[in-house]
């Protein structure tokens, strides 16, 4: 019986808004206005806040590193730099290399992603970070 499921888990609400809280005073401290999007393990926004002087295109770009994230279980920039426009123009978009897109993961068990965008890569990544901490979600390493 047990071949015919999985153990899952689900980000709850109050998860949510703590990773954006951690965002957000992350960004602050670095004196860089960010866009910070997190999906659930299938893509689903489940909370997206642009802060004041964030670029709002980078909403699209922290969308399409949350979702990456949670699609390959992996940092955004898993996506090998050979495949990365071909990947980006057969999904319009949707997948994306950059740096800033990790996946939240319990006990190895995926729950979603995180996105976030408007800086430097490495201070997108440090954002992301920040808000997985905030959580207790397990670390991921670079990839």
Same mark, same amino acid.
């Given at each position: ?9 689900? #980000? ?7 990773? #954006?809280?951690?965002? !957000? ?10 866009? +910070?999007?997190?999906?659930? @393990? ?36 898993? +996506? ?6 071909? +990947?980006?123009?057969?999904? @319009? ?16 068990? #995926?729950?979603?992603?995180?996105? +976030? ?17 905030? !959580? ?8």
């Amino acid at each position: 019986m047990s071949s015919f499921f999985e153990p899952s888990a689900l #980000l709850t609400d109050k998860g949510v808004l703590v990773m #954006l809280q951690a965002a !957000i005073d992350t960004a602050s401290g670095m004196g860089q206005p960010q866009c +910070i999007v997190i999906v659930d @393990q299938s893509g689903v926004v489940l909370g997206s806040f642009r802060m004041k002087g964030a670029r709002f295109l980078s909403l699209k770009s922290a969308l399409a590193k949350a979702r990456t994230a949670a699609s390959i279980n992996a940092p955004s920039t898993a +996506i090998p730099e050979h495949a990365r426009v071909l +990947i980006s123009g057969a999904t @319009q978009g949707e997948v994306t290399g950059l740096k800033g897109g990790l996946p939240i993961r319990f006990g190895g068990v #995926l729950v979603g992603g995180v996105g +976030i965008g408007s800086g430097s890569g490495d201070q997108d990544e440090e954002v992301a970070r920040a808000a997985l901490d905030a !959580i207790g979600a397990d670390p991921v390493s670079s990839g």
